[in-house]
């Protein structure tokens, strides 16, 4: 395999994960729509089931698998933007020519940030209502133990979310 058709080889490759990982991005807001629908439903029909506990747990995974997946776009653009494309001549390539268009990574950055604070919304309200719920049953000694649980998990997504932000808007090395 000659230098052109490695290249030509890692630059579809990586098209191609890219275009993966935003079929998974929205089979995963698929999947957390109807479950957390579907818990919502369980824990309105049976209050003292655990579904509603896990609700906030649900929320954390899906905002980590979504952060996954956009990290794996990020990384994959970055890589081709720096290291495929320069060595491609006489051509403006995709991902050089997105990054000239700054208005366009705007976009991008915003539905990430606007995604994740709706998110973060979200986690809060169904924290609180659960953390309520516990109250209001008498079960106070759980309070303190599952929203410790709750910040962890809240700090730990927040953590993922910044190295990611930093990363994916990083200036090109």
Partial sequence: MNTDEFLRSQYLTLRDEIRESKAHIFW???AGMVLVLTAGYLA??????????AIPFLLLALMLTYISEQNNIARAGRYLREVVEPRIQDLTCWEHWLESKHQFR????AFV??????????????????LWQLVLRGQEWWVWSVG?????????????FVRHYRASTAASA
Avoid: C, K, Q, R
């Fill in 28 to 30: 995963i807001l698929i």
């Fill in 113 to 130: 940030i606007s995604f994740s604070l709706i998110f973060l919304v979200f986690f809060a309200i169904t924290t609180s209502l659960t």
């Fill in 44 to 53: 309105a029909e049976h209050p003292s089931a655990f579904a509603n506990a």
């Fill in 148 to 160: 410790a649980a709750y910040v962890l998990g809240g700090v730990l997504v927040m953590y993922v």
């Fill in 106 to 109: 705007e976009v991008d950055h």
